[in-house]
């Protein structure tokens, strides 16, 4: 079993930036690919970012694309989100996500493991 933590959402003014942290436990190895996915009230929960196990390979949103970065620690077992140029619209619930195969996949059925989400809050 794998369990993923996510930090470091909160409240930031339009323009501003945030990291987000998923922390990796359990029965981990550095052999999964890993994806960020958003859901805001009301909406289903999309596609933001994901990076294959090597973190070589990434892929973004149109969205977000230019603004958001995704990387990988893997001595550390841990994926992060670096998103700047906030906007008012990327305002929803962040889930780190993760999966067993090495390439990285953008539907939420292809993952296996979840966190339970953090907040993101962006104010106009």
């Known amino acids: 079993q794998v369990r993923l933590v996510e930090s470091g959402g909160g409240l930031v003014q339009a323009g501003g930036s945030l990291r987000l942290s998923c922390a990796a436990s359990?029965?981990?190895?550095?052999?999964?690919?890993a994806g960020w996915f958003r859901q805001a009230p009301g909406k289903e929960r999309e596609f933001v970012s994901g990076?294959?196990?090597?973190?070589?390979?990434?892929f973004y949103a149109d969205s977000v694309k230019g603004r958001f970065t995704i990387s990988r620690d893997n001595a550390r077992n841990t994926v992060y989100l670096q998103m700047n140029s906030l906007k008012p619209e990327d305002t929803a619930v962040y889930f780190c996500?993760?999966?067993?195969?090495?390439?990285?996949?953008?539907?939420?059925?292809?993952?296996?493991?979840w966190g339970q989400g953090t907040q993101v809050t962006v104010s106009s």
């Open positions: 990076l294959d196990w090597s973190g070589e390979s990434t």
């Open positions: 996500a993760g999966r067993r195969g090495i390439a990285v996949q953008t539907t939420v059925r292809a993952y296996e493991y």
């Open positions: 359990g029965r981990t190895n550095s052999m999964y690919a």
